[in-house]
């Protein structure tokens, strides 16, 4: 039996350098989090398969890690498909198990509930740079709140931490569904066609105006609906005052509700008034978002100098009453935690220092009565707070040090045992 | 398809409450460990199953959750064995792949590495009360250090760390597994016994001295060694001056070397000349602890006004070698974290307040500009370190505030759509 020295295939090891920038975002989040009230929760990385597998998942639930049965429930001689030797799967998101957890919880929990959870998922994706097969996901729902009041904290609270970290000139790219669909309603397409119509909206930034075209089209749409819905779409973009446009051509000719119209109107004005200038919040009616839950709001983090979206979210009211049978309206949000650390990774970030480091280092063969004394003068410095690294002196001590320089620790102090030589 | 509200057998869900105090022991945890010059790292959470079944891992290896081979490599027709459909698991310990990652990255990490580890390990064991099959583990490392530096730093920095948590009036218990061997020499028993009769004597403090001696005994060992065993162990256990006496009996007759017995000693005094009179450390010749792959010191952390362990480690030489064929000292100490949560669950404990806790409740039917103000105000606030939850008031608004009460919210503004009422 030979060992691996190699992680499982897709999934990295992180050393020091980036765990402590990892660490440092984990503790920046929460506090950041913690300060809007949101509370944090944690549920185990197995779900049960037939909830992995109840289509809120979307294209990840073809990416599932199974489990493996054990004991007498595995049947091998009789097994014909994976779900007869599986009983669990690791979770690809922690909105499934939110749901979950929530619709067990209800009554423990505070009403509404704001939650964070920072967790990893698993995907079994082809391998490719930079995309790994286990990953960290941050996200931040709001359970039972039915009002705006739910995005506008949300993004108030994710782009305040983004702050924190040190990101700026962002911008967060808002749209809802309900929009998305007056607009295919008043082109002529039927609500069964909605779904297609928005996936093959959502390549715009990639193949243009005309290749949505073409490409709906081609779909078998009719000229007149297609020509009217991506005018739709691109006057929205280019409007200078697209909440009146969307009042004249949508809620007035009874497309769209204009309670929702109001609604979304509000989470801009009360997003801006308070936001700060680093970031930008801008209404993009071309904005899809992948997942077919979302009934409501959605949004996106553009960070376009970076080469794309770097967290997102919305509304989805009715993923809590399939567990439940009862109608909770819910609304999250996502920060791509990997690609956030994979940033400040490449930008050469620096975690602000948590108090000063300094090496002790050893001569061999030092007396134990001195080695003792050794050690209480650290333990002393360091409940003042100092950061002490005690190591044995090595016989290459020019070399020593300057691994330990480069680890940070700015001071030595050596000690020899004739304490002359010091 | 029903989904299932609860979570997959033995795995729990952690609600707020718990989660806070989790987070504040792991921010701890981190913090004081790091002042000790530990970097935290991470390894994906699924091993290779031959590193996870390489005998370090005893009998947790009975216990992998296996993950489910995919794709065209899942050959159910002609599988035989869980080895045929199985090509990872999810790891049981933190060990193993600390070893693993150690040999695959040595080059890029310091020397000696001192290593902090928090993460999730699963194990399929049966389920009960208090014991869940996926659970946190903590352990600090130091790879590379030969010299009892290892010992007495992952002593001082995890009493440390458990002081700072608010233990006080535990033990640590300290052994050697060379003492083990140097009594079980001396008492006539062959070295290939040696395991058997350890884990007979490590259960003295269940069966007691008479236990044990029936047990050995039974086990087929001579009168004369099982007599001339234990009461070397009780006499050490007894002794005013333990190292003396092993000098004498041990030492001396050429059971053990000096230089075990000296090192032993360092240890002893080192910690406790800088430990604080917080806990004490004792010699304990009856410490066994279970994993066979320890090579010297062992130690564990006796809590006994909880009912016993809550955590221990030792040194393990050997480990690394197996991986790279090159001898690397080792040393490691676990906190045992899901404990340490439940005795702080348990004594009501209380996370140190991290800022003011202010509800807003704004009534129903505001304003769009309102809320924008409202927002502001909160962000302004936030910004000066308070925790602001903002939430619609609800139609009873007492049990509203008695609920945000109880989560700690001490101070409420509200906010009225008729500004006079407020």
Chains 1, 2 share one sequence.
Not at 101 to 124: C, D, I, T
């Amino acid at each position: 039996m030979t060992l691996s020295k190699k992680p499982v295939t897709g999934m990295k090891d992180i050393l020091p350098e980036e765990m402590e920038i990892r660490d440092y975002c984990i503790s920046v989040i929460k506090d950041t989090y913690g300060k809007f009230g949101f509370t944090s929760i944690e549920t185990p990385c197995i779900e049960n398969l037939a909830n992995l597998n109840c289509k809120a998942g979307g294209e990840n639930e073809k990416l599932i890690f199974r489990i493996l049965k054990r004991g007498e429930k595995l049947d091998l001689a009789n097994a014909q498909t994976q779900d007869d030797v599986s009983d669990g799967g690791l979770r690809y998101d922690l909105t499934v198990p939110l749901v979950r957890y929530y619709s067990a919880h209800e009554a423990e929990l505070p009403n509404p509930f704001k939650a964070l959870q920072m967790g990893s998922v698993w995907r079994a994706d082809r391998p490719q740079k930079g995309r790994y097969r286990q990953f960290m996901q941050c996200d931040i729902d709001i359970l039972g709140e039915a009002s705006n009041l739910a995005e506008i904290e949300l993004i108030l609270a994710t782009t305040t931490t983004l702050g924190k970290l040190g990101f700026s000139d962002f911008k967060i790219r808002l749209n809802d569904r309900q929009i998305l669909k007056a607009m295919a309603k008043r082109a002529g397409f039927e609500e069964e066609q909605y779904d297609e119509v928005f996936i093959i909206l959502d390549k715009l930034d990639k193949i243009g105006e005309e290749g949505v075209k073409e490409e709906l089209l081609k779909a078998g749409y009719s000229d007149e609906s297609v020509k009217t819905f991506v005018s739709l779409v691109t006057d929205l973009q280019n409007a200078k005052e697209p909440v009146k446009l969307m009042q004249e051509t949508l809620v007035e000719k009874g497309f769209l509700d204009a309670s929702v119209l109001e609604g979304f109107d509000e989470i801009i004005e009360a997003v801006t008034a308070s936001k700060g200038d680093f970031f930008d919040l801008e209404f993009d009616p071309t904005l899809v978002r992948g997942m077919s839950y979302y009934t409501g709001t959605i949004f996106e983090i553009a960070m376009p100098q970076y080469g794309g979206a770097c967290g997102g979210g919305g509304r989805y009211d009715g993923m809590v009453g399939k567990f439940t049978g009862k109608q909770v309206p819910a609304c999250g949000f996502s920060i791509g935690f990997e690609r956030i650390i994979m940033l400040l990774l490449e930008n050469g970030f620096k975690v602000p220092g948590k108090g000063e480091k300094t090496a002790y280092l050893i001569e061999k063969g030092m007396p134990k009565d001195r080695i003792s004394a050794i050690m209480k003068e650290a333990q002393d410095a360091r409940a003042n707070g100092s950061i002490v690294l005690i190591a044995m002196m090595n016989k290459n001590k020019k070399f020593q040090k300057e691994q330990l320089t480069a680890q940070g620790y700015a001071e030595f102090k050596e000690f020899y045992v004739e304490e002359l030589k010091k």
